[in-house]
């Protein structure tokens, strides 16, 4: 028997829409300026304001030592906040390096969570980006892969409140539907097929790395995400039949403006900090044309219908279930923000939603209700 409803089953977000329609969300880094209050408070306004808009979902990067001028090395306390502060959307993590963490306590703060925003929130889960002082966690290990599926599997047992070995307690509070939304950030093969195999969601990173972060390469970067969803749909498939629903997220950088020229002026100027940065520590080719420097960190700007086809030519984003868009790595503040996200919502998003179901459906696939699980 099947249902639309599916009462009991673990989907990602418990609801029946998931491919049906294309979800989109948006992502900050907490890297507008210095002033950390006032990042935090602001934050929470831009997902305030996200909430008005319609947007499925804010997602916040989470990264130690300040990476990438993310300034947000734990998302706990903020993500309660934002529960407290919105009623519909969605709260995604991206990424929790759960690889550094006790994975019992990530659970209870995350189960505190998840209750506290109503089963709102989304868990972004992977190993962190590559860092030489990683050895400072007491959770440190060198096998990132290993310990990243042995960090997914305590932490899943510790969500449906299981009872310790060896003793009376219980893990509490228990948040088993949080499993059904949980995803892996993660562009090693093995750890994606191991996040079908789990039944858990898979979530894309924006640009490449190493030798992916050049404008030549960035086609060949986004086959390979394309081929790594395939794959891990393939995987999902082939372990959960039609018990279990896929879940795939994109993040992408789209930068609108009034026209591409003057899009990719703003995006130049608005970028040219980062763009310094990143040619010092060898993230980007300072000698390149500021359209290129863009183009290598798979930054794209435009005019709504200049930014949908660009996103459309990417094979990935026909294959996504919810994209998560964003203006990082820019300086511009809170407002200016929140009104490049009204554009995206209100003016490209439109124009890309008919065209990704019909390249959605070239590609195949096609959305799939599950099994009721009574």
């Known amino acids: 028997m099947t249902s639309t409803t599916r009462p009991g089953t673990l989907d990602p977000l418990g609801s029946n829409d998931i491919g049906e329609r294309l979800r989109i969300g948006f992502i900050t880094h907490f890297d507008q300026h210095d002033d950390l209050a006032t990042i935090y408070r602001d934050n929470i306004r831009l997902v305030q304001a996200l909430e008005e808009l319609g947007y499925d979902s804010a997602w916040i990067a989470t990264r130690h030592f300040y990476s990438g001028w993310a300034a947000l090395p734990s998302p706990y306390a903020f993500l309660g906040a934002a529960a407290v502060s919105t009623s519909r959307i969605a709260l995604g993590t991206a990424v929790l390096p759960i690889v550094l963490d006790d994975a019992v306590r990530a659970a209870e703060e995350l189960a505190v969570i998840d209750h506290l925003s109503g089963g709102r929130l989304l868990a972004g889960l992977g190993k962190g980006v590559p860092s030489d002082s990683f050895h400072v966690f007491e959770a440190f290990t060198p096998d990132r892969d290993r310990a990243f599926e042995e960090k997914i599997e305590q932490l899943n047992w510790a969500l449906e409140g299981s009872t310790v070995e060896g003793g009376t307690a219980s893990i509490w509070p228990p948040a088993r539907p949080l499993i059904g939304r949980e995803f892996a950030g993660s562009s090693n093969i093995e750890t994606i097929r191991f996040a079908a195999r789990s039944g858990i969601g898979f979530i894309l990173e924006r640009f490449g790395n190493g030798p992916e972060r050049t404008p030549e390469a960035r086609a060949e970067f986004q086959r390979r995400q394309a081929d790594s969803v395939l794959e891990y749909r393939r995987v999902f498939a082939e372990t959960w039949g039609t018990s ?90 809170i407002d200016e923000t929140i009104e490049k996200a009204r554009i995206l919502i209100t003016e490209v998003v439109p124009l890309l939603e008919p065209r990704w179901r019909a390249a959605r459906a070239e590609a195949g696939i096609t959305p ?7």
């Open 244 to 333: 279990r629903t896929p879940y795939v997220v994109t993040s992408r950088t789209a930068f609108p403006g009034s026209t591409t020229e003057a899009a990719l002026e703003e995006a130049a100027a608005t970028a040219a900090r980062w763009n310094e940065f990143a040619g010092q520590i060898g993230r980007v080719d300072p000698t390149l044309s500021p359209a290129d420097q863009l183009l290598s960190d798979n930054f794209i700007w435009g005019d709504p219908e200049a930014l949908v086809d660009d996103l459309l030519a990417d094979p990935t984003v026909p294959l996504t279930d919810e994209l998560v868009l964003g203006i990082h790595p820019v300086s511009h503040t």
């Open 368 to 374: 799939r209700l599950t099994e009721e699980v009574r």
